[in-house]
């Protein structure tokens, strides 16, 4: 089985669409994230959830909606996509997100790419 | 914020040699984390270790927390080793990892 999921693993999509990603985790973890790395291979929080509640949201354009339905499912709506949006965006979770803190598991990613 | 830098940026090496890469990291922490992506992206886990020394197979870990430094070493290099480390660190609260830039690692046969 595996720890966290996400859907879809490839994304091609044209400038000014809406999409959505989404991750499940089956670790029975308390805290969800969403990172992006860039094509430098940079990776940079952007999200993450305790509970339900939204902890931490980094200076990401509002076109960026994450919403959790529950403790196991973070999904990330991207509106009005832009060129700029091109990148492998990761799910991650973790148990006791506040202290202690614990060991972050993360998913697959998805590899967005807009034309 | 926290700032992390890793050295070196790029690492070629021999299969069979042995490498330290090494993590600075500029304020005290809860967490920090060595991941390799590999070539197809995946990040996987290798050590948690906010401190103390830590072994896997060839790969062992060392985190001074208070002179804000880890060490990976990976000894008897193989092919299947290359990719990119990632050293990662939080304070805490559901900050999320803040990563270093990696070390691009490519082991030679």
């Known amino acids: 089985d595996t720890a966290v999921s996400q859907t879809p693993k490839y994304l091609v999509t044209q400038m000014g669409n809406d999409k959505s990603i989404k991750c499940e985790q089956n670790?029975?973890?308390?805290?969800m994230y969403w990172y992006k790395q860039d094509s430098k291979k940079f990776l940079k929080i952007m999200f993450s959830?305790?509970?339900?509640?939204?902890?931490i949201n980094e200076t990401v354009p509002n076109r960026f909606s994450p919403k959790s339905p529950d403790k196991a499912h973070l999904n990330l709506h991207i509106n009005s996509l832009e060129l700029g949006d091109s990148a492998v965006y990761f799910c991650?979770?973790?148990?006791?997100?506040?202290?202690?803190?614990?060991?972050?598991?993360f998913g697959p990613g998805t590899r967005l790419t807009v034309t | 914020g926290i700032q992390v830098e890793q050295s070196p940026p790029d690492l070629i090496l021999q299969e069979g040699a042995n490498s330290t890469l090494r993590c600075n990291f500029s304020?005290?922490?809860?967490?920090l984390q060595w991941f390799h992506q590999n070539p197809w992206g995946q990040l996987i886990n290798l050590f948690y270790?906010?401190?103390g020394t830590k072994q896997n197979g060839r790969l062992s870990a060392t985190t001074v927390a208070t002179e804000r430094y880890s060490l990976l070493y990976i000894s008897s290099s193989q092919t299947t080793d290359s990719g990119v480390y990632f050293c990662?660190?939080?304070?805490?609260?559901?900050?999320?990892?803040?990563f270093g830039k990696g070390t691009h690692l490519i082991i030679q046969p």
């Open positions: 991650a979770s973790s148990q006791d997100g506040l202290l202690p803190v614990g060991e972050q598991y």
């Open positions: 670790l029975g973890h308390d805290t």
């Open positions: 959830y305790n509970n339900k509640e939204l902890i």
């Open positions: 304020d005290s922490v809860n967490n």
């Open positions: 270790i906010p401190s």
């Open positions: 990662a660190v939080e304070r805490g609260g559901a900050d999320g990892l803040t």
